[in-house]
């Protein structure tokens, strides 16, 4: 019978032992399960946050977008608005746009260069610029300064052929006829 009581306090202590251990272990878990969980509170709330973060982020990209958008069709505006109040200003009657496909005669010089102010002005500018000694050491800097003072020798002598009591511009228009056709 004591060794009963024994085996039995024995079991009875190995019991108690067990249920000792099982109750540690399942605060251990209960412990770990508690910090698990806050760390995934955590973790979702920092993610909620990100997202929230992300999606102004991408309302600022698209407001941006837009104004990128705007900016770029605004100098096609204005220029519209332009080309509209320049239309307006016009007022009244008829605004033809007109190019002469025809070679100029020598009177369209005498015209430009020798009855206008600010032609003769241009005139006197290109022939100082240009009507400088051409003649130099190097074969091809001559070359290329005849070749700018040519120009200004065509315009005066075209002035000149305006400006002689015999020269007919009909007869001038005739022959430019005359080398077209």
Known sequence: MILGFAVMAILALIACALLYA???????????LFKE??????????KH???ERAE???EQVFALTQDIADLKA??????????????????????????????PTALTYQ????????????????????????FTDNERETCRRLGRAEVVDFIINRINTAND???????????MEQDNG
């Open 22 to 32: 099982a109750e540690n272990k399942a605060k251990a878990l209960s412990n770990e």
């Open 56 to 58: 102004v982020l991408q």
């Open 165 to 175: 009591p015999r020269y007919d511009e009909s007869l001038e228009l005739a022959h």
């Open 74 to 103: 605004q100098p096609d505006q204005e220029f519209k608005e332009l080309l509209q109040e320049q239309e307006d200003e016009l007022g009244f009657g008829h605004h033809v746009k007109w190019r002469s496909h025809r070679k």
């Open 49 to 51: 946050h990100e997202w």
């Open 111 to 134: 015209m430009h260069f020798d009855m206008d102010v600010n032609g003769q002005r241009i005139l006197e500018e290109l022939t100082v610029r240009f009507k400088r000694n051409a």
């Open 37 to 46: 969980r806050s760390i995934s509170s955590t973790l979702r709330n920092e």
